[in-house]
């Protein structure tokens, strides 16, 4: 069942079709992240859990800038206190976890500067684009901060560990052709392009199997801390499971009737 989108005040919401538009409007400068940000971002992650009326969400900036990270100026009137950034790290890594289980394919159109708590974000995306004109920057060190958001779970898997401390250490900035040779970004879009490659690829997306896609994420995440044997186990789990959906039985008929699917994401 469609449900109600929540109310935000650092996030506009739009829902076409299936496709939910997630665009980051921080009232904080550069789409830094604040405590209600932090609060909301959690809520959209669990509403993507329940909403049956969302197939695929797109996440971008808004005013050609994607996410700058944490909000430097909010540590510095909090006095740096500990316990608020370990709350509001909490919060965030909350919000990741609940991402990274929804069903729901994520794509993440990173159409401007995305450092530190920003790039774990812009990574979480299953299918991650970059605008030509964006880039990607570690940023923790010149804070005196080791990293979160995800980054150092994220990094040594896609570009190993030998970069990944490279990027962690010496914190230079990433390029969109060094994000997509490195695996960080999926591909690299010119800047005016880049609303209209979101906008197919989220539609393709929200017309396929979404439990399906679910249960692939999330093998393929697991798979690196799995032997082969557990993972050949979670795999026939998950294929059983699948088998039982609506989807799979159109998949089926589509094949035997020669026709193209018409899946509806359970």
């Given at each position: 069942?469609?449900?109600?989108?929540?109310?935000?005040?650092?996030?506009?919401?739009?829902?076409?079709?299936?496709?939910?538009?997630?665009?980051?409007?921080?009232?904080?400068?550069?789409?830094?992240l604040n405590d209600t940000m932090g609060d909301e971002l959690l809520e959209l992650a669990a509403f993507l859990n329940v909403d049956d009326g969302t197939r695929c969400a797109v996440m971008t900036g808004s005013d050609g800038v994607f996410c700058a990270g944490a909000d430097v100026e909010g540590f510095a009137e909090d006095g740096h206190r500990p316990d608020s950034v370990r709350r509001g790290a909490s919060i965030l890594h909350d919000a990741i976890v609940q991402f990274h289980q929804a069903d729901v394919p994520l794509i993440t159109g990173v159409n401007g500067v995305a450092t530190g708590a920003g790039l774990g974000i812009a990574l979480l995306g299953d299918?991650?684009?970059i605008s030509e004109d964006a880039r990607f920057e570690y940023a923790y060190p010149r804070l005196g901060l080791p990293g979160d958001g995800g980054a150092t779970f994220h990094l040594p898997r896609?570009?190993?560990?030998?970069?990944?401390?490279?990027?962690?250490?010496?914190d230079r900035p990433i390029t969109p052709d060094e994000a997509v040779e490195w695996g960080l970004a999926t591909e690299s879009v010119p800047d005016d392009?880049?609303?209209?490659?979101?906008?197919?690829?989220?539609?393709?997306?929200?017309?396929?199997p979404t439990r399906a896609y679910g249960a692939a994420k999330q093998?393929?995440?697991?798979?690196?801390?799995?032997?082969l044997e557990?993972?050949?186990?979670?795999?026939t789990d998950a294929?059983?499971?699948?088998?039982?959906?609506?989807?799979?039985?159109?998949g089926v008929a589509a094949f035997v009737e020669k026709r193209e699917p018409e899946f509806e994401g359970h």
């Open positions: 069942m469609a449900r109600s989108l929540p109310e935000c005040e650092n996030f506009v919401l739009e829902r076409d079709d299936n496709v939910l538009s997630i665009t980051i409007d921080s009232t904080t400068k550069f789409n830094s299918i991650v684009l896609f570009v190993g560990l030998r970069k990944a401390k490279d990027i962690a250490l010496l392009e880049l609303d209209g490659r979101l906008d197919e690829l989220a539609h393709e997306l929200a017309s396929g093998l393929l995440t697991r798979s690196f801390d799995r032997s557990e993972q050949l186990a979670a795999e294929i059983a499971t699948a088998a039982e959906t609506n989807d799979h039985a159109e």
